[in-house]
């Protein structure tokens, strides 16, 4: 039987609690512990999960192979550090840290160890985004709405590091470019961060993205549509459906299609538990040596870009 990887995870707030429960029916996996310094919240986690409450994390070094960082922002860079340090390899959830320097801190001390770091940017794991991978050739322009009601939790960065940023991950995993330039606004209007926000973002090759994001919003929506030559595929986050249409100019039209030329089809999408599928995807990147599909390298970059649109709008 293949020896479990132990894992502990650090935070047992809102998110904390769910990365418990995954790992927990994980068969993979052994769950040695969570820490928190509410010591209590740890506690009820703990005694669901059938594991152990710790208020100090650093108890868990020595006694876990990995672990889950889900703590405030401002907290991940000192926390991964103390595991990544020990040769501990360390999911940290986005943004991977509050500033580069941090960042690539934790890269270099990871590479030192031979720890693995791989961030938590969870629409990678959607399975509306895995459907259409295999369409997107060549984007030219990519348009992306994620709106929120107005929640207390998360207001702790801006709207940019909290929601835009997985928008920020997703178009670069899609465009193979470097980026040439970016324009942004936005504003503060309840919290002391930015809570709306749009940026622009050209690259070298040509192509464009435009992203919203808004905490303020009357409505949840998290939606991406993707323009290429003679095709258009619209992604719905939350519903988890993806639609592709191909233009042919010289084709018969869908019935319902409102484009000539155009053939719609409802792409087939997985059922499938994204935060399982990220997590378990760490599980197997530790255990088997595998690189990660989401690397440090991956959150230092979106993270870099999420930080000039801030500077952008201030």
Known sequence: MMQRLKIGVIGAGYL??????KYSANKNVQLVGIADINFESALQTAEKQNTKAYAD???LIGKVDAVSIVV???LHFQVSLDFLSNGISTLIEKPITSTIQEADQLINTAKKTGAIIQTGHLERFNPAIIAVKDKIKNPQFIEAHRLSFYKKRGTEVSVILDLMIHDIDIIFSLINSEIKKIDAAGASLISDHIDIANARFQFQNGAVANLTASRISAKNERKMRIFQQNQYTAIDFGNKNATNITIDKNGKASDISPIPGAKIEKLPVLNQDALYAELDSFVNAVLFNK????????????LKAALEVIEQIK
């Open 291 to 302: 690189p990660c599909a989401v690397d440090g390298n991956c959150g230092r970059k979106a």
């Open 57 to 59: 994390y650093k108890q």
């Open 16 to 21: 904390g609690k769910f990365h418990a429960e």
């Open 72 to 74: 405030p922002t401002n």
